[in-house]
Nanobody, 121 residues
Framework: QVQLVESGGGLVQAGGSLRLSCAASGSIFSINAMSWYRRAPGKQRKLVAR???????NYADSVKGRFTISRDNAKNTAYLQMNSLKPEDTGVYYC???????????????WGQGTQVTVSS
């Protein structure tokens, strides 16, 4: 019913930048929060940044001041601008959206397939 498609990952040197995009499509009535998670090699998936429908944001301490999350509600798309990248930012980045599907009154969580970000030292 709802699909999330991430793009923008890749290989970058330390100190570089990348911009991730997450486009939601399908039977969407509304989207509440949109978030980015990272699963580093050998570790569990952890929250990187979240943005509410009203634009309120919160970040993991490790990325504050370097990453910026934003969204375009008209396009059902979230972005993650990542600057001053470090090798420890390496991992698979997943988009998550809390969605009210058209014709329902409940909120469900949806995940994208993930996009690989590799930061070389």
């Amino acid at each position: 019913q709802v699909q999330l498609v991430e793009s923008g990952g890749g290989l970058v040197q330390a100190g570089g930048s990348l911009r991730l995009s997450c486009a939601a499509s399908g039977s969407i009535f509304s989207i509440n929060a949109m978030s980015w998670y990272r699963r580093a090699p050998g570790k569990q998936r952890k929250l990187v940044a979240r943005i509410t429908s009203g634009g309120n944001t919160n970040y993991a301490d490790s990325v504050k001041g370097r990453f910026t999350i934003s969204r375009d509600n008209a396009k059902n798309t979230a972005y993650l601008q990542m600057n001053s990248l470090k090798p420890e930012d390496t991992g698979v980045y997943y988009c998550n959206a809390v969605v009210q599907v058209t014709g329902t009154t409940v909120l469900d969580y949806y995940w994208g397939q993930g996009t690989q970000v590799t930061v070389s030292s």
